[in-house]
């Protein structure tokens, strides 16, 4: 029984690695479109597919492996085991995580398809996908952490264990919004002459 366990972690572990290296080079993609610009359909298009892929395949593996997971431990443990403050927040993150899987599925893809790139969309949309973007960023690694922290286990209450995830979210939300309104304005025509005049100004 515990080989059998340690495969079906093995593969759940496979499954997070897979998951955050998409999202990773997704999101470097992006950022790199933002910064660079000029190549914003195809870089936007590959972020796109790669985001649907892990939204949608890696958290269809991680669910099934993760329940294979919980269902063989609550059966040598008891439901005593769903009392650990852990367990509580990786069973958050990930209702978190499937739940703005889809928001980005339903909301933000077919706005960003529609517009054609993020600097393209309606500021409301565009708020919406870099928020939906930050949480799905932020709850892969987080859950990863928590995965593979096994002395924070009975150590800490679940508040504890959750506190840094909303301020990362803040963080994460707050930068790539600063990013996609420098980006903006730097695609502007009058934006050169505007840094011309304010450097003229401060001198």
């Given at each position: 029984?515990?080989?059998?366990?340690?495969?079906?972690?093995?593969?759940?572990?496979?499954?997070?690695?897979?998951?955050?290296?998409?999202?990773?080079?997704?999101?470097?993609?992006?950022?790199?479109?933002?910064?660079?610009?000029?190549?914003?359909?195809?870089?936007?298009?590959?972020?796109l597919?790669?985001?649907?892929?892990?939204?949608?395949?890696?958290?269809?593996a991680?669910?099934?492996?993760?329940?294979?997971?919980?269902?063989?431990?609550?059966?040598?443990?008891?439901?005593?085991?769903?009392?650990?403050?852990?367990?509580?927040?990786?069973?958050?993150?990930?209702?978190?995580?499937?739940?703005?899987?889809?928001?980005?599925?339903?909301?933000?893809?077919?706005?960003?398809?529609?517009?054609?790139?993020?600097?393209?969309?309606?500021?409301?949309?565009?708020?919406?996908?870099?928020?939906?973007?930050?949480?799905?960023?932020?709850?892969?690694?987080?859950?990863?952490?928590?995965?593979?922290?096994?002395p924070?286990?009975?150590?800490?209450?679940?508040?504890?264990?959750?506190?840094?995830?909303?301020?990362?979210?803040?963080?994460?939300?707050?930068?790539?919004?600063?990013?996609?309104?420098?980006?903006?304005?730097?695609?502007?025509?009058?934006?050169?002459?505007?840094?011309?005049?304010?450097?003229?100004?401060?001198?």
């Amino acid at each position: 029984m515990e080989l059998f366990r340690l495969s079906i972690v093995y593969l759940h572990l496979i499954a997070c690695c897979v998951a955050i290296g998409l999202v990773l080079t997704s999101d470097i993609a992006m950022v790199n479109q933002l910064i660079k610009g000029g190549t914003a359909g195809k870089q936007e298009n590959d972020h796109l597919n790669s985001l649907k892929k892990t939204v949608s395949l890696a958290l269809v593996a991680l669910w099934i492996t993760g329940f294979a997971i919980v269902w063989l431990d609550v059966s040598a443990k008891g439901l005593g085991y769903f009392a650990n403050p852990k367990m509580q927040a990786k069973l958050t993150i990930v209702a978190l995580l499937t739940l703005n899987g889809f928001v980005l599925h339903n909301a933000v893809m077919p706005a960003m398809e529609k517009a054609g790139s993020l600097l393209q969309m309606e500021f409301n949309q565009r708020m919406l996908a870099i928020f939906a973007g930050a949480v799905s960023a932020v709850s892969w690694f987080y859950a990863a952490m928590l995965g593979v922290g096994r002395p924070l286990a009975w150590k800490y209450s679940l508040v504890q264990l959750l506190a840094a995830y909303p301020a990362l979210i803040v963080t994460g939300f707050v930068a790539m919004a600063m990013l996609t309104v420098w980006s903006k304005n730097r695609s502007n025509p009058d934006f050169p002459q505007f840094v011309e005049a304010y450097s003229r100004k401060m001198k």
